[in-house]
Each structure stands twice: as C-alpha cells, then as structure tokens.
Nanobody, 124 residues
Framework: QVQLVESGGGLVQAGGSLRLSCAAS????????MGWFRQAPGKEREFVAA????????YYADSVKGRFTISRDNAKNTVYLQMNSLKPEDTAVYYC?????????????????WGQGTQVTVSS
C-alpha cells in the first residue's frame, strides 16, 4: 500500500503562485509514476501533470503548460507541483496519484493510489 498526503493548497489571487506537495509513505516511492489531477465543482476529474520514476520525463495538460511544473525528490518521498500565473479557472481540488510503472501515465483510471486532495482557490 502507498499512502499519499497532499498539502500546500489555499486561497491566492489571480497571477499568484502556490506549491503543492504530496508526501508518500509505504512502498518504494522511487519506482512510482506520480501524477497530479484536479476536479472543479460539477466537473470531471482532469489530468494536470505527471512525472516518471526518475524525474526525467514529465507531461502536462495544455491548460497548464508553461505555468505549472511537476518535480519530485525521491530522497524525501515527495512530489511537487509548482503553480505560477494562477487563473480563476485553476480553482479545484488537487489530487496526487501513484502508479507502480516505469512509464508516465496520464489517465486517471490507471492510477492505483490517491491522496485525499487539497483545495486551491484562485480569486479574480
């Protein structure tokens, strides 16, 4: 089992920045693909970003490309999502997820473990 705990959410004005963290415990973190997803009220959960086990490959949704950066520190069992130039449409609950694979996964149904989520609210 892998336990994931997100932190770093909050209220920020448009144009501001936040850094989300996801701390993992349990099995070997370094072999897991890690992803960030978000879900706004009344909408389906959507892919935000993902990173492979080594940190060498990452993918982003078009809506966040150039503004968000995913990274990981395997020594700390933590994955991060740096969010810059935030927009009101970025408001959502953000979830991190893990899958035991060497590749990069962007489909939510392929992830095995999920955190409880952290709220991000961007005011205009």
């Amino acid at each position: 089992q892998v336990q994931l705990v997100e932190s770093g959410g909050g209220l920020v004005q448009a144009g501001g920045s936040l850094r989300l963290s996801c701390a993992a415990s349990g099995r070997t973190f370094s072999r897991y693909c890690m992803g960030w997803f978000r879900q706004a009220p009344g909408k389906e959960r959507e892919f935000v970003a993902a990173i492979d086990w080594s940190g060498g490959r990452s993918y982003y949704a078009d809506s966040v490309k150039g503004r968000f950066t995913i990274s990981r520190d395997n020594a700390k069992n933590t994955v991060y999502l740096q969010m810059n130039s935030l927009k009101p449409e970025d408001t959502a609950v953000y979830y991190c997820a893990a899958r035991d694979t060497l590749g990069v996964v962007i489909r939510s149904r392929e992830y095995d473990y999920w955190g409880q989520g952290t709220q991000v609210t961007v005011s205009s």
